[in-house]
């Protein structure tokens, strides 16, 4: 599934019950995705943000947030590599989904936040040239919010 088909997939839902959604959170990669398709659906849930569509996006890769809770990175990296530097910085093998990984991160969770946001306020108007980047934050900071309640 591409970027613009999981904004599509959201919109199907959403539409049948819109006052059963207060914000709809799209996360997703650039990967190998086409430029401007990850652009038009960054810019889809920044257009119907009063809908309540919200993006968590990482370019290149989710991974890119788990580094940025040990450093901010600005120069652009493969996706291929972030296993292996999440391994040295984690120090055990990193494996996608592990079952731990919140809670070995939790401690690191302000400084994330804090690279991430560095990184977005230097964004581009073309997300897909953002490398590295990731909204990942936003969402965090959303469900933190409900974590605190």
């Known amino acids: 599934m591409n970027t613009m088909s999981l904004v599509n997939h959201a919109r199907e ?4 019950r819109p006052d059963e959604y207060d914000e709809i959170w ?21 257009t119907h943000y ?9 370019n290149e890769a989710f991974e890119i947030w788990y580094l940025l809770h040990f450093e901010l990175i ?18 055990f093998f990193y494996k996608k989904n592990h079952p731990h ?10 400084a994330a936040i804090q690279n991430a946001k560095k990184l977005y306020s230097q964004r581009s ?6 490398n590295p980047s990731t909204t990942v934050f936003m969402l965090v900071e959303e469900l933190n919010k409900h974590l605190r309640k």
């Open 74 to 91: 600005k120069k652009s990296i493969s996706r291929f590599h972030y296993p292996d530097m999440l391994s040295k910085r984690l120090g």
């Open 50 to 58: 009063r809908q309540g569509f919200r993006a968590a996006y990482s």
């Open 101 to 110: 990984m919140y809670n070995v991160l939790l401690s690191r969770q302000p």
């Open 125 to 130: 108007p073309s997300p897909a040239r953002d």
């Open 13 to 16: 839902v959403v539409k049948g």
């Open 26 to 46: 799209l996360v997703f990669d650039k990967d190998s995705f086409d430029r401007d398709i990850f652009n038009e659906a960054v810019f889809f849930c920044e």
